[in-house]
């Protein structure tokens, strides 16, 4: 059963959004699953690229924008731009597009602000309808 995972943050800005987003990829990772990560446009990919690249000293998330090369298991992309793979689709931007329904897994970090609130709450019942096995992690009850 494909499954979708809803993270709650207690944050409302992007930064903490592109910070938890790493965070899934090293589990997806340790897990040995690739990665797709869906954005908006080429803007917030090439940011997210740069982002993936400083975000821990300690910490290396091989990853590459569709269309570059070489390939890693993380791919980054936007619009018709598609992985080989149907594994973990994260979403960042957000609407969820219907390629993520061809995935194994949809994961949505859901930050306070308003805008992407509604939008996660209309992907939830998408997933739901759909028949995805629906999990919600609030991180507001967690320390991070």
């Known amino acids: 059963m494909a499954r979708a995972d809803f993270y709650i ?15 899934v990829c090293e589990k997806a990772l340790e897990q040995g699953l690739k990665v797709y990560i869906y954005t908006r446009d080429p803007a917030q ?8 690249w400083a975000y821990r000293e300690d910490s290396f998330l091989p990853h590459h924008r569709i269309g570059d090369t070489p390939s890693a298991p993380i791919s980054i992309g936007w619009g018709e731009l598609v992985p080989d793979h149907r594994s973990l689709f994260i979403n960042a931007a957000d609407q969820l597009i219907e390629l993520a329904f061809e995935f194994d897994r949809i994961a949505e970090i859901v930050v306070q602000d308003q805008n992407l609130l509604d939008a996660s709450r209309q992907n939830y019942v998408r997933c739901r309808d759909l028949g995805y096995e629906l999990n919600r992690v609030d991180m507001r009850q967690r320390q991070t």
């Open 9 to 23: 943050l207690p944050q409302a800005d992007e930064r903490s959004r592109f910070t938890f987003i790493c965070r």
């Open 45 to 52: 990919a090439e940011y997210l690229d740069r982002f993936m």
